[in-house]
């Protein structure tokens, strides 16, 4: 067994600073990207920010951005939106919806398949996979096709 060094009293351990952030929420951005969860992401991101553009903005700005935003909903533009949060609400519950159903297969699929290798007695059990220890041949199976009758002639 090896041992591991001791770590020196007086040295203080790691500090997730901002550089540490940074790189943690750019990898989470583009891992909701590369899994096609970008719009709630970006929903998700402009509710965070909007408290801190308000408190931001100066107290004299912050009434009149307050009611031009309260008349742009009330507006008919408005709807698109509200579409728009709809939208990324229902996302978020099909993509966490999506999410239990695979682990709820994913787990019914673990159950059988340990039941199969690791069943009761008078089953069969498999110790080894023929095809992963290189017994098994690889062989393709065509069916006999026989040529089309000729017209007018004889057929051997």
Do not use: C
């Not at 203080?12 to 969860?37: C, E, K, M």
């Not at 519950?93 to 039941?115: H, N």
């Amino acid at each position: 067994m090896a041992k591991s060094s001791p770590q020196p009293e007086n040295q203080s351990p790691s500090r997730y600073g901002g550089w540490d952030y940074a790189r943690d929420l750019t990898n989470h951005v583009f891992a909701l990207i590369h899994t096609g969860q970008v719009f709630p992401a970006f929903g998700l991101l402009l509710l965070l920010l909007s408290p801190v553009i308000g408190y931001l903005l100066p107290e004299s700005e912050r009434a009149p951005v307050l009611y031009e935003l309260l008349a742009t909903i009330r507006s008919s533009s408005g709807i698109p939106y509200l579409a728009l949060l709809g939208v990324i609400v229902g996302a978020s519950w099909l993509i966490r919806r999506q999410g239990q159903m695979y682990r709820k297969e994913i787990d019914r699929l673990a159950a059988i398949r340990s039941e199969l290798m690791h069943g009761e007695q008078p089953r069969t059990l498999i110790k080894e996979h023929r095809s992963s220890a290189g017994e098994q041949v690889k062989s393709v199976i065509l069916p006999e096709i026989s040529p089309p009758p000729q017209e007018g002639g004889s057929n051997p």
